[in-house]
């Protein structure tokens, strides 16, 4: 009972200071806990409870803008903290038993469910869509699709591989080998190590079609804008085509980067705007 008390003295403090600082660090509240305490899940249930009294824990010690932003309702008080106390000897009396890390990681291993080929089909097909999402998506924004066309019309002049633009297709109803076929493809594939990429002749038909829709889209959205209703509907169209291409990484990340770092750009603008009408202008 004694070690209690002294754990649920030593939260109180902890939980004191945070109040007072307005946040804790992990090395804080590493100081806090019983030595014996050592699998990170446990440690993350303890700052989670300490995230709930409304105590932020940081890695380091934030700057004023920093905790401006993650300022919130505290609603810590002793009836908490002598919970939180409770949770923390409770957390230390099942430790105790799995403090040893070769024990800990045997545990969790044998806790632990080994992938079979099925669930391996199930993730292969969960990021495929994935992929087709966003490809989808990139269709919308200006100047995507048109970079990857500008980048195919240049293997009529030699200046570039199909190889060096895409690597396949993400195609909904795509076989998937088994364990069986993937094993014979490996052994058979031993004496031919030439790999021809994409058919041409279905690049080119797919390209074409991507290209048309494209002019298409672009003739609304000159006439009507990106707004309207008709322009949209192409826009889809062009999502629809886009998002089967499985581009090489040269290609795709490009795309990608932009309207991340658009984003990236305007979520700290918004920061800025949010400090400038709380610190300065006084707004609640």
């Not at 230390?92 to 990681?105: L, Q």
């Amino acid at each position: 009972m004694s070690d209690v008390v002294q754990q649920q003295s030593r939260l109180k403090d902890l939980i004191a200071k945070g109040k007072d600082q307005g946040y804790l660090t992990y090395a804080e509240v590493n100081d806090h806990l019983p030595e014996d305490i050592s699998d990170p899940d446990q440690v993350e249930d303890i700052i989670q409870m300490i995230n709930d009294m409304g105590i932020q824990v940081f890695e380091v010690a934030p700057d004023a803008d920093e905790l401006l932003m993650s300022e919130g309702d505290s609603s810590a008080d002793d009836i908490a903290a002598a919970e939180a106390a409770a949770a923390l000897a409770a957390v230390e009396t099942e430790a105790g038993r799995t403090t040893d890390p070769v024990r800990m990681y045997m545990r969790e291993m044998g806790t632990v469910e080994l992938l079979t080929r099925e669930g391996e089909i199930v993730i292969a097909k969960r990021i495929e869509e994935g992929i087709r999402e966003m490809m989808a998506a990139l269709a919308h924004y200006p100047g995507a699709v048109k970079q990857v066309l500008d980048e195919y019309d240049l293997i009529a002049k030699e200046e570039r591989r199909l190889a060096d633009i895409m690597v396949g297709y993400l195609d909904p109803a795509e076989h998937v080998p088994s364990a069986a076929e993937v094993a014979e493809s490996t052994a058979s594939s031993s004496d031919d190590e030439t790999d021809s990429g994409p058919d041409p002749v279905e690049a080119k038909k797919r390209f074409t079609a991507l290209k048309r829709q494209y002019n298409k889209t672009e003739k609304a959205i000159a006439a009507k804008g990106r707004g309207d209703k008709s322009s949209i509907k192409e826009m889809e169209k062009l999502g629809e085509l886009f998002k089967f291409f499985k581009l090489t990484p040269r290609v795709s990340e490009p795309l990608t980067d932009t309207p991340r770092n658009i984003l990236a750009a305007v979520r700290d603008q918004e920061r800025e705007i949010m400090r400038l009408a709380v610190r300065e202008c006084g707004m609640p």
